[in-house]
């Protein structure tokens, strides 16, 4: 062991060796001869490591680290969580917002295109609505006059009979017809 140490000191002339490194803090290699120790698990090499480093030590945290460090491990999911359910709030309402705005643009054009089919629907009328003021109504005003003065038990086939010879006579009249 003395011979190992010279070697290395020889081997290693810089000052910064880890031999010099432990030298300069007054921590000096202990050496334990393993070949002597035949027990199965080592017992008298672990009795002197156990002298010379002393009792095992846990450098990890203690029971109250460990729960203070679950507890912000908590807090930091719990917090987590909240902003997720705040997106997904946020998201869902912003969702909310664009059907309601789509629903109103649908709505409009629905009500525009019906405006424009009754405008067509009106400006397709006229002709017929000239026609039939002209032609009917003066014969059809005259009967229901007539029905309202007669006042029949069938108001209905009396509007026919009187719509009936008034078409014979116009129909006998009419220096259109041949």
């Keep these: 062991n003395l011979w190992y140490q010279r070697r290395v000191r020889v081997i290693n ?3 910064q060796t880890v031999l010099n490194y432990f030298d300069e803090l007054e921590i000096h290699p202990e050496h334990l001869d393993i070949t002597a ?3 199965f698990n080592m017992s008298q090499v672990v009795e002197k490591v156990l002298k010379v ?3 095992p030590r846990n450098y990890g945290p203690t029971k109250e680290e460990r729960l203070e460090l679950q507890r912000i491990e908590m807090e930091k999911r719990l917090k987590l969580e909240a902003l997720a359910a705040l997106e997904l709030q ?3 309402e912003e969702e909310r917002k664009e059907t309601n705005r789509r629903k109103e643009e649908w709505t409009a054009r629905v009500k525009e295109v019906k405006e424009q089919e009754e405008e067509v629907l009106q400006a397709q009328s006229y ?4 026609y039939l003021m002209k032609h009917v109504m003066p014969t059809l005003n005259q009967g229901l006059i007539e029905v309202c003065k007669v006042r029949p038990e ?5 509007l026919f009979l009187i719509l ?3 078409a014979e006579y116009l129909f006998e009249h009419n220096p259109q017809v041949d």
Excluded: C, H, M, W
């Excluded at 069938?154 to 009396?158: G, H, L, M, S």
């Design 13 to 15: 002339t810089d000052d």
């Design 37 to 39: 120790d035949t027990s």
């Design 53 to 55: 480093v002393g009792v």
């Design 90 to 92: 946020r998201k869902e």
């Design 127 to 130: 002709p017929l609505r000239n």
């Design 154 to 158: 069938d108001a209905i086939d009396y």
């Design 164 to 166: 009936f010879v008034q």
